[in-house]
């Protein structure tokens, strides 16, 4: 007989040698005990074996008899872990136990999401139950054989808006860049998300400015061909992780407008409460020393407060800061252009790196 996990919490498809059964049992408890470290933490589920329906009686009657479930003498499917790991590939595996009809077999559930959604705890998950020597299963040759565990299938696949809670953190650094110092910075601050183990998509918001005004900066207008692959911003697309890293060039100590234009259309999202409690961060340049890098992520910030988000900035948390030296984000000075991104880089790295690592602690935000 198999036994393993179908498209609900609580659906089970039990095999026997005339085919497989779909059906449903009662969950009489289960407890997720989430200790600090998520490798110690634990998880417990019973379910009622006398509780298996499928809707014809006469199959039920027989999944729940001695042959098979023998759910009189063993009223309780009990799984118990004994711990978590998390592969190089970044899947979280929990090892522990299956004890069905009294017997015990080992079970390891590669998790591929925990989820929150609508106030509910969803799972999606591989199981692999290993298979026990003994009798047959069989029930007409053994009736009362102990059964063979074993399966390979998936539980509750979340939503494309739920949140995921174990996988890596999924941010996007959202950027406007004319002649290509913020494009640097928000390159570094990728790097420095993915090397903290975050999926990073590369963002670009829209121009605004005409043709002909690109057109009379040669290194503006050679930026705008360089950087034609790197996709587009879309609000209504950016709603699964949510958390972001903006990048501005400083315009008159404030936001560059065009990635103004970009935070101004997410007010779709706003109404919805999709931004809030959400990781921001942010990253600026200025052409000159004492050019509004502090007055233009505090203007950025202003716009994260009223979404409701929660900013996580660098602050001096790494002897690397001191290369930027500004405590609210990676700011650089580029001297009309004379200055490349070298220590600063490795400000913005780290910058990448704090902010997922944040996040991977907050979990849902």
Not at 206 to 217: K, V
Not at 254 to 281: E, H, P, R
Not at 283 to 291: L, V, Y
Not at 322 to 333: E, K, L, R
Request: hydrophobic content about 40%; some cysteine.
């Amino acid at each position: 007989m198999l036994v393993y996990a179908r498209n609900n919490p609580s659906g089970i498809a039990v095999c026997d040698d005339l085919g497989r059964v779909n059906g449903t049992f009662a969950l009489e408890s289960a407890s997720i005990s989430v200790a600090e470290s998520v490798a110690e933490s634990a998880v417990h589920a019973v379910v009622a074996a006398g509780s298996f329906h499928t809707g014809a009686a006469r199959r039920d009657d027989q999944v729940r008899s001695p042959s098979f479930l023998d759910a009189d003498r063993h009223p309780a499917i009990r799984f118990e872990s004994s711990g978590a790991v998390r592969g190089d590939d970044g899947v979280w595996t929990v090892e522990g136990s299956l004890t069905v009809r009294g017997h015990r077999a080992p079970l390891r559930l590669s998790i591929d999401s925990l989820a929150l959604r609508d106030g509910s705890l969803r799972l999606s998950l591989t199981l692999t139950a290993h298979p026990t020597a003994g009798p047959t299963t069989n029930p007409t040759a053994h009736p009362t054989a102990h059964p063979a565990l074993g399966a390979a299938t998936r539980a509750v696949v979340p939503a494309e808006e739920e949140e995921d809670l174990l996988m890596s953190p999924k941010i996007a650094v959202i950027y406007y860049s004319s002649t290509g110092t913020v494009h640097e910075l928000a390159e570094s601050v990728a790097e420095g998300a993915r090397k903290e183990g975050a999926e990073v998509r590369l963002l670009r918001v829209a121009e605004l400015a005409p043709e002909e005004a690109i057109a009379t900066n040669e290194a503006w207008a050679a930026h705008m061909v360089a950087t034609e692959d790197i996709p587009r911003g879309d609000p209504g697309r950016h709603r699964v992780g949510g958390r972001r890293i903006f990048g501005s060039p400083t315009r008159f100590g404030n936001v560059a407008s065009q990635l103004k234009q970009f935070i101004d259309t997410l007010g779709g999202l706003w109404a919805q409460g999709k931004l809030a409690d959400k990781i921001y961060s942010g990253f600026t340049a200025t052409a000159t020393a004492h050019g509004g890098q502090e007055s233009t992520l505090l203007a950025l910030y202003n716009s994260v407060h009223h979404l409701g988000g929660i900013i996580v900035t660098p602050g001096y948390t790494d002897p690397v800061k001191f290369a930027d030296g500004n405590p609210y984000g990676t700011s650089h000075v580029n001297g009309q252009g004379a200055i490349p991104v070298d220590d600063t880089a490795l400000a913005a790295v780290y910058q990448g790196k704090r902010v997922a690592a944040v996040t991977a602690r907050f979990k849902n935000a």
